[in-house]
């Protein structure tokens, strides 16, 4: 079965980081785009990042540029994505999934354009 499985979630005061890591079991990380999504409860997922197959673009929703880094590690074949300076409103469960759209879609986080979803992880931004 395809899928990516998040980790790295948690509790953290706001101001605080964490480290998501993506992993995925049935392909390799390296041959496709990826992006990170946010779910709030009872709402839709939102794209939050992307990063291209040859890590060169990048791409963020406003509200967390300057604060979130997405990278690859490709020695574990895992990606990371670094939250640091959360706030509240970053709460929300986060999923990892594989870019399958139309080239040049990436930048805009188009849920369609995803596939390969696992389990999320829960991050916490609270005092």
């Known amino acids: 079965q395809l899928q990516l499985v998040a980790s790295g979630g948690g509790l953290v005061q706001p101001g605080g980081s964490l480290r998501l890591s993506c992993a995925a079991s049935?392909?390799?990380?390296?041959?496709?785009?990826i992006g990170w999504f946010r779910q709030y409860p009872g709402k839709e997922r939102d794209g939050v990042a992307g990063?291209?197959?040859?890590?060169?673009?990048?791409y963020y929703i406003d509200p967390v540029k300057g604060r979130f880094t997405i990278s690859r590690d490709d020695n574990n074949d895992i990606i990371h994505l670094l939250m640091n300076n959360l706030k509240p409103e970053d709460t929300a469960v986060y999923y990892c999934?594989?870019?399958?759209?139309?080239?040049?879609?990436?930048?805009?986080?188009?849920?369609?354009?995803?596939?390969?979803w696992g389990q999320g992880t829960q991050v916490t931004v609270s005092s």
């Open positions: 049935g392909f390799t990380l390296d041959h496709y785009s």
């Open positions: 999934a594989r870019f399958v759209g139309t080239p040049g879609h990436l930048p805009f986080l188009i849920l369609d354009d995803f596939d390969s």
């Open positions: 990063i291209s197959r040859n890590s060169i673009h990048k």
